[in-house]
C-alpha cells in the first residue's frame, strides 16, 4: 500500500512561481507512474502531469507545457512538480498519485493511489 503525502501549496501572485513536492511511504517500483492531477472547484479532476518511475519520460497537459516541470527523486521516494509563470485559472486543489502500468496515463481512473491535495491560489 502505497502512501502519498503533497507539499508545497500556497497562494501566490500571477507570474509568480510554485514547488509542489510528492513523498511516498514506501519505495516506487520501476514500474509505477507518478502523476499530478489538480481539481478546481466545480470541475472535474484534470491531468497536470505524469513521470514514469523507470526511464523519467514526462507527459503535461497542454495548459501547462512550458511553464510546468515535473521530476523525480530515487533517493527520496519524491515527485515534485515546479510550477512557473502562474496564471489565476491555475488555482485548484493539487493532487498527487501513482498507479502501475503505463496505458493512458492522463487519466486519472488508471491511479491506485492519491495523497490528500494541495491547495494553489493564484491571485490576479
Known amino acids: 500500500q502505497v502512501q502519498l503525502v503533497e507539499f508545497g501549496g500556497g497562494l501566490v501572485q500571477a507570474g509568480g512561481s510554485l514547488r509542489l513536492s510528492c513523498a511516498a511511504s514506501?519505495?516506487?517500483?520501476?514500474?509505477?507512474?507518478m502523476g499530478w492531477f489538480r481539481q478546481a472547484p466545480g470541475k472535474e479532476r484534470e491531468f497536470v502531469a505524469a513521470?514514469?518511475?523507470?526511464?523519467?519520460?514526462?507527459y503535461y497537459a497542454d495548459s501547462v507545457k512550458g511553464r510546468f516541470t515535473i521530476s523525480r527523486d530515487n533517493a527520496k521516494n519524491t515527485v515534485s512538480l515546479q510550477m512557473n509563470s502562474l496564471k489565476p485559472e491555475d488555482t485548484a486543489v493539487y493532487y498527487c498519485?501513482?498507479?502501475?502500468?503505463?496505458?493512458?496515463?492522463?487519466?486519472?481512473?488508471?491511479?491506485?493511489?492519491w495523497g490528500q491535495g494541495t491547495q494553489v491560489t493564484v491571485s490576479s
Open positions: 513521470i514514469i518511475w523507470s526511464g523519467g519520460r514526462v
Open positions: 498519485g501513482a498507479r502501475t502500468g503505463v496505458v493512458d496515463v492522463t487519466s486519472k481512473d488508471r491511479y491506485n493511489y
Open positions: 514506501e519505495g516506487i517500483f520501476s514500474s509505477y507512474v
